[in-house]
């Protein structure tokens, strides 16, 4: 009997165009993830990391293969059924934050949960203490264009814990933030992972970031090249082993 | 190459504003159809007299009304095309950078800009006037439809066709020159990087002085409450009318700012609406839109409130017309001449020449040096309110209105009259008297019914009104007539001979010019002899000696229509500008937001249920200025509905036309809603 993953990607296949115009942009890829992991997946730009990250998270199809939620194929799931399943199980930190502008923080935070449609005091108490626990209690009464990007990307991760999801997709997540608010930023996703048991699934090119993942993906014109576990490592070794793997990969000539 | 990329800009204009573009065709047909009606040569020769061709005074009423409306007409199409290319060009900030960016000066894209629109303008004129083309045969169809006469289709001649063609050419691009001329200073103050960044200006919410807003809100729904005291209890007067003219104003403004302070309010307070699925998500689009908005919605509700209160008035003037002109003109035919022998025998030749007489009758009215009725009257009807204050003038309109002398009737010319109307013959005791009067001044003194009998000295009873349609505009006495039995009026002089004429078929119109001719005058200059008085009637009263009642009615359902016409005219461009601005206003938020719909997609909207939330979030965008319109208007429709009452006696069904109106602008409303929901969902659906 196979061991079931939480997450399963079996022979994941994106193309785009058609006939001889046609560009594989994920080629076969297959992979798992377990509950409360924080992975990662590295590439060069164009190495298909975000399509694969738009197929997870169902914004986009799959031309073939199957992915499954906790044994459940999104494959055979209609429109409608999919927006349901993404409402429930996923929660998402993107680059450019993604936070409605209208909405004060706090509200960003309640809309997951309100087109759910939970009660008011489920959703006063999650706001609350997910705030807490993200330290961002004292901004929740402003808007996005009042705070700075390190405070709206953490806001954008409580949005992405409100309904306490089975994975939380970030995409570039410390992309358009300075280092100290990447180190911030990172910390929370630790946070997240370690205290409230989120399954964290991120895209990332930037080397810091990834070393705060668990395991590493590697991903090489639509195919995965290598993966990477953490295990023991400290953060010092780890950064030095994908330092090591991306010169592998061409990444050093890239980075010169 | 600039031409050439304007035309390419131009052709693209075209399809991203789609409703703005159909806009101006819409408006320019309009404008198109009605100078084309001007410049008919059919009104021409209904509008004009004499050997001189002067106008007639429905001629002077259609031309004035005609050069107003055009006016509003131009100053809303004006506001329009400099709202909308100073819109665009914000839309377009980015590109303009990029052209700047690539070494354009100011000067040239300025010069490209106003290419495009120039083009897009030129564009929406041409289609226009095809539109225009073959509405104007509709409105022609309808505008002779409503006075009484058959409209043949028939290409009009190249002159006529000229002359609305070159008129509406003038106006429109004098309207399209000035809105891109001035356009022009936007551009001078263009800088690179503020271009750059000017779409990505997110909508900011403006949550300062709610406190203050809160309270201007609760004044403009405090002073529309005040309007419907004041209309429901009758007491406006010209200083109230005048104070809440001007409070109408700000109520306008202040409401919007308001309604967004109490939204933002509520969801500060998180009200439990907020848990609701989406309508955390609507409730902050909707407040922060009407805040950022509330200058453009209040326009916008105003010009709706001019639409819906213009399209009803023209109804019920359609509808005075239809149920005044039996009242005014019972007979077909009716004479009254000084000359108390006149036996009319020419007169009734020439009607047996042109007509197959029904009945003819040739009757006497009297006199008895009295004036009581009169008297009465002019204490008491409003049209003399000014008799303490001015009373020169007060007496001016009683000259004009009433003769000398209290006018009588004996009882068997007025039952024969009654009996030529189909009105049942009435009965009076030898010591009874009736007062027949206007139905209208009858609404007016009927309480004071006792008091006007006790202030009458004819040594009989009275008997009671009556108020059919009886030709008292001078005729059968002029707002009222004593009706006694013949044998007292033995004791009396005669005043006037009358003859009234029903025929069984319509008239012919020209009749009435026959009949002046006949008598040496001419039709036009001498309807009023120095002796005939035309009662208190005040709205499109056409006393004259002689009334052939086709002849009248086609004048009058003209008149009428020179009023109601216009006024249509107004209302629909009114809607079409203003349903153009709220649509694109939508249609760009549709682009810029863009990403809210995305981000509602991932955090797991399906499809269906954000076009569910497009479609409430553009349903509460589009109905926010109708309601206030719709509350105004109302209540100002039922106002004037009672002065038509009592300046008319007539009851028209305001609400009835209100909910005409209401229906049918609801109508271009929803098509207007579906163009822009369908472009709504196309674009944040675009990748």
């Not at chain 2, 008091?451 to 005729?475: C, M, P, R, V």
């Not at chain 2, 319509?506 to 001719?517: N, R």
């Amino acid at each position: 009997m196979t061991e079931q993953h939480y997450i399963e990607v079996k022979d994941l296949v994106k193309n785009y165009g058609t006939g001889s115009m046609m560009v594989n942009a994920v080629d076969h890829v297959s992979f798992y993830v377990d509950r409360g992991e924080f992975i990662g997946i590295m590439g060069a730009s164009g190495s298909g990391k975000t399509t694969m990250l738009n197929v997870l998270s169902t914004i986009d199809t799959m031309s073939d293969g199957h992915v499954s939620y906790d044994g459940t194929d999104i494959l055979k799931m209609r429109e409608e059924e999919l927006a349901d399943f993404r409402q429930k199980n996923l929660g998402f930190v993107f680059q450019d934050y993604n936070l409605l502008d209208t909405l004060s923080i706090e509200e960003n935070i309640m809309l997951p949960m309100s087109l759910c449609g939970r009660k008011k005091e489920e959703v006063d108490f999650r706001v609350k203490s997910i705030s807490e626990t993200l330290g961002i209690c004292d901004i929740l009464g402003k808007f996005p264009y009042e705070v700075s990007g390190g405070q709206k990307q953490r806001a954008a991760c409580a949005r992405a814990l409100a309904n306490d999801p089975k994975l939380i997709l970030a995409d570039e997540p410390t992309g358009a933030l300075d280092s100290r608010s990447s180190a911030m930023l990172l910390d929370t996703l630790q946070v997240m992972n370690k205290e409230l048991g989120a399954t964290i699934l991120m895209v990332t090119h930037d080397v810091f970031s990834a070393c705060y993942c668990d395991r590493i993906l590697f991903l090489s014109d639509g195919k995965i090249y290598c993966e990477s576990k953490r295990g023991n490592l400290n953060k010092r070794e780890y950064l030095d082993r994908i330092f090591d793997i991306q010169a592998q990969m061409g990444g050093v000539e890239l980075l010169c | 190459m600039l031409n050439k990329i304007a035309l390419r800009n131009a052709r693209r204009l075209w399809k991203d504003y789609l409703n703005y573009f159909l806009t101006l065709c819409v408006i320019t047909a309009l404008m198109f159809s009605f100078h084309s009606l001007l410049f008919s040569k059919d009104i021409y020769e209904m509008i004009h007299y004499g050997n001189n061709g002067e106008l007639s005074t429905a001629g002077m009423m259609l031309i004035t009304f005609m050069i107003l409306s055009t006016a509003v007409i131009l100053v809303i199409l004006a506001w329009l095309i400099h709202y909308m290319t100073r819109f665009i060009m914000e839309k377009r900030s980015r590109e303009f950078a990029i052209y700047l960016i690539s070494g354009m000066q100011k000067e040239q894209i300025a010069v490209l800009y106003r290419k495009e629109n120039f083009y897009l303008g030129i564009g929406a004129l041409f289609a226009g006037l095809l539109l225009g083309s073959g509405l104007k045969q509709v409105l022609f169809f309808v505008f002779y439809k409503s006075i009484g006469r058959n409209y043949e289709f028939e290409n009009p001649g190249f002159q006529e066709n000229l002359s609305a063609f070159l008129l509406t050419m003038l106006l429109y691009g004098t309207c399209l020159l000035m809105a891109l001329f001035r356009n022009q200073r936007n551009f001078s103050n263009m800088e690179i990087i503020g271009l750059l960044n000017m779409d990505k200006q997110n909508e900011t919410v403006d949550e300062k002085r709610n406190f203050l807003w809160k309270w201007l809100f609760l004044l403009s729904v405090g002073n529309l409450l005040l309007l419907y005291f004041l209309v429901f209890t009758g007491r406006v007067t010209k200083i109230t009318a005048i104070w809440e003219m001007i409070g109408l104003t700000f109520t306008f403004y202040f409401f919007y700012l308001g309604l967004s302070a109490f939204l933002m309010n509520y969801i500060k307070r998180k009200g439990s609406f907020l848990y609701k699925r989406e309508y955390l998500f609507l409730m902050r689009q909707f407040s922060s839109k009407v805040r950022n908005t509330c200058f453009v919605l209040g326009t916008l509700s105003l010009l709706f409130m001019f639409a819906l209160v213009g399209s009803s008035l023209a109804f019920m003037l359609s509808d005075y017309q239809n149920k005044q002109l039996d009242v005014e003109y019972p007979y077909d035919v009716i004479i009254i001449s000084d000359e108390k022998e006149n036996d009319f025998s020419r007169e009734e030749a020439l009607i047996r020449e042109n007509a197959d007489i029904q009945d003819i009758w040739k009757y006497t009215v009297y006199q008895k040096r009295t004036s009581d009725v009169g008297d009465f009257l002019y204490q008491n009807l409003r049209l003399f309110s000014d008799r303490d204050s001015d009373p020169v003038m007060a007496e001016g309109k009683r000259a004009v209105a009433y003769y000398d002398y209290d006018v009588y009737m004996g009882i068997t010319d007025y039952n024969h009259l009654r009996r030529m109307l189909g009105l049942a013959p009435v009965v009076l005791q030898d010591d009874q008297y009736l007062i027949h009067m206007p139905n209208r001044v009858y609404q007016e003194i009927k309480d004071k019914g006792m008091e006007l009998e006790n202030s009458l000295d004819i040594g009989l009873q009275f008997a009671g009104f009556k108020t059919e349609g009886f030709a008292q505009n001078g005729h059968n006495g002029a707002d009222y007539l004593l009706v006694v039995p013949d044998q007292k009026l033995a004791e009396m002089d005669i005043y006037f001979s009358l003859m009234a004429v029903m025929t069984k078929e319509d008239v012919p119109e020209e009749l009435s010019e026959a009949l002046y001719e006949l008598d040496g005058k001419t039709r036009g200059y001498d309807e009023l002899a120095d002796y005939i008085k035309i009662g208190s009637e005040e709205l499109f009263l056409m006393p004259a000696t002689i009334q052939v009642k086709s002849r009248e009615v086609l004048e009058l359902k003209f008149l009428m229509s020179t009023l109601s016409f216009p006024l249509f005219y107004i209302g629909l461009v009114f809607l079409c500008v203003s349903l153009t601005v709220l649509s694109v206003q939508q249609l760009s938020d549709s682009n810029k937001y863009k990403f809210r719909y995305q981000i509602l997609h991932k955090l797991g909207m399906g499809k269906r249920r954000i076009g569910m939330v497009v479609t409430k979030q553009l349903f509460f965008y589009y109905l926010c200025p109708v309601i206030l319109s719709v509350i105004v208007s109302a209540v100002f429709i039922l106002y004037v509905g009672r002065q038509f009452v009592i300046y008319t006696g007539i009851h028209t069904k305001w609400g009835l036309y209100f909910g005409i109106s209401v229906a049918s602008f609801l109508g271009i409303y929803g098509l207007y809603f579906m163009l822009t929901y369908f472009q709504f969902k196309g674009n944040i659906g675009r990748k």
